[in-house]
């Protein structure tokens, strides 16, 4: 963690312990099991703050009302919010989540990947950033920034289960 915090003191949360029922549906590998945005939220909720000990959902970064899925165009949008309009970790974390759902989702969706509109001051800039291929792919050639976004990713196994001590 920084030394010199970018937010000192960000609002935490209270999530929702969620686990997903499986439905027999589910379950039957004959069945086309389509991905949903409660799916794709279970899997980006848990991802570590890179500034703090906390999960984007405790700090109301992502929200699952703020995902789209198109299973039909084989298209995900999210859109996350920083926790402050100058914050100089909202690329970070949406590499995290980009790199979160590279590991995670099958290959046939083109992911987007946004700040919220009017919630971060160089929210084009970073968007521009956040779905340039050979920017992403550039940045995860650096081996400290991909060490740093396994450390986020360290806690995105929890899917909302249990959250890390703060």
Request: glycine fraction near 2%; proline fraction near 4%.
């Amino acid at each position: 963690m920084a030394s010199n915090l970018i937010n000192a003191n960000p609002t935490i949360y209270n999530t929702k312990r969620y686990v997903r029922e499986q439905t027999e549906e589910e379950l039957d590998d004959t069945v086309e099991d389509l991905i949903d945005n409660e799916e794709v939220f279970d899997l980006i909720r848990s991802i570590s703050d890179p500034e703090h000990p906390l999960t984007l959902e405790q700090l109301n970064v992502t929200q699952n009302q703020h995902i789209t899925v198109n299973n039909g165009r084989n298209h995900i949008l999210i859109e996350f919010t920083p926790t402050i309009p100058h914050c100089s970790m909202a690329t970070l974390i949406g590499l995290c989540i980009r790199v979160r759902l590279l590991r995670s989702l099958p290959e046939r969706f083109k992911v987007d990947i946004r700040v919220r509109e009017g919630t971060h001051q160089s929210e084009d800039a970073v968007n521009k950033q956040l779905n340039d291929k050979e920017r992403v792919a550039a940045a995860l050639e650096n081996s400290h920034l991909l060490e740093v976004v396994n450390q986020c990713l360290s806690t995105a196994n929890l899917r909302g289960r249990e959250q890390p001590a703060h």
